[in-house]
């Protein structure tokens, strides 16, 4: 104000002055990549990390190509270190295993000795399958690599995953007179109750590959063949 008048002056900030202003103040918030979808497939390793069944146990070969691992990762929770590139990441998720066998078998607990054996048909089946549930929940450390902003960031993600078996089954398609049959058995097979094992994943914002690898044998100890679930595929981010 001035000679009884009020002038008001208007200035134009440079845009570089505004972000170094403003740089110091972001939130440096860490979001890492678990919640979301996988899509993948399984299969299993022996004792010797081979895939390749034994003689003794080759009613447990798999077609790999039709037995689907989907997994639903529902729940996040991230913990940064101070920065928004490095982390740790837990959650909960549901894992859900067909485990598509290629003969013309399925498994059944010996009347004798409860273990796991194999089960022959005299008719030709479509299809035989062992399904399997657990909760999941992961303890991962995951690092963020590169581009400036979340989406243009290559993220590399590896930790420990643990699992409890909520639900089991068998499932045979076959045809008689000319109909399709199924026959679907839910029992706990002797499956391993709780499993740990290793994970890792990598990817560009919401899209990864993942890979899991079972400490833990599908079967309980002394109950049925040592295989170890493996599994790997496609992660789209929530």
């Given at each position: 104000?001035?000679?009884?008048?009020?002038?008001?002056?208007?200035?134009?900030?440079?845009?570089?002055?505004?972000?170094?202003?403003?740089?110091?103040?972001?939130?440096?918030?860490?979001?890492?990549?678990?919640?979301?979808?996988?899509?993948?497939?399984?299969?299993f390793m022996d004792a010797?990390?081979?895939?390749?069944?034994?003689?003794?146990?080759?009613?447990?070969?798999?077609?790999?190509?039709?037995?689907?691992?989907?997994?639903?990762?529902?729940?996040?929770?991230?913990?940064?270190?101070?920065?928004?590139?490095?982390?740790?990441?837990?959650?909960?998720?549901?894992?859900?295993?067909?485990?598509?066998?290629?003969?013309?078998?399925?498994?059944?607990?010996?009347?004798?000795?409860?273990?796991?054996?194999?089960?022959?048909?005299?008719?030709?089946?479509?299809?035989?399958?062992?399904?399997?549930t657990y909760l999941t929940?992961p303890l991962l450390l995951?690092?963020?690599?590169?581009?400036?902003?979340?989406?243009?960031?290559?993220?590399?993600?590896?930790?420990?995953?643990?699992?409890?078996?909520?639900?089991?089954?068998?499932?045979?398609?076959?045809?008689?007179?000319?109909?399709?049959?199924?026959?679907?058995?839910?029992?706990?097979?002797?499956?391993?109750?709780?499993?740990?094992?290793?994970?890792?994943?990598?990817?560009?914002?919401?899209?990864?590959?993942?890979?899991?690898?079972?400490?833990?044998?599908?079967?309980?100890?002394?109950?049925?063949?040592?295989?170890?679930?493996?599994?790997?595929?496609?992660?789209?981010?929530?």
């Amino acid at each position: 104000e001035a000679n009884g008048e009020t002038s008001i002056e208007v200035t134009k900030l440079d845009e570089d002055d505004f972000k170094e202003e403003t740089f110091f103040h972001k939130d440096k918030k860490f979001k890492g990549h678990w919640a979301g979808i996988e899509l993948g497939l399984n299969n299993f390793m022996d004792a010797d990390y081979s895939i390749s069944r034994d003689q003794s146990i080759d009613y447990m070969d798999l077609h790999t190509g039709k037995s689907w691992n989907f997994n639903l990762n529902i729940f996040q929770y991230d913990l940064g270190f101070g920065t928004d590139r490095v982390g740790f990441v837990t959650g909960l998720g549901l894992e859900f295993s067909n485990y598509r066998f290629d003969g013309n078998n399925n498994i059944q607990k010996a009347e004798e000795t409860n273990y796991i054996i194999e089960q022959d048909y005299a008719q030709s089946l479509e299809k035989s399958k062992l399904s399997t549930t657990y909760l999941t929940v992961p303890l991962l450390l995951e690092g963020q690599l590169f581009g400036g902003s979340d989406n243009e960031r290559m993220h590399i993600t590896a930790g420990v995953i643990a699992g409890l078996k909520i639900g089991s089954s068998t499932k045979i398609v076959y045809r008689e007179d000319g109909k399709k049959q199924k026959d679907k058995v839910r029992d706990d097979f002797n499956l391993s109750p709780f499993r740990y094992g290793l994970t890792a994943r990598v990817g560009i914002d919401d899209l990864s590959i993942y890979a899991n690898y079972y400490l833990t044998s599908l079967f309980e100890k002394d109950k049925g063949p040592e295989l170890y679930p493996v599994a790997a595929g496609l992660v789209l981010s929530f």
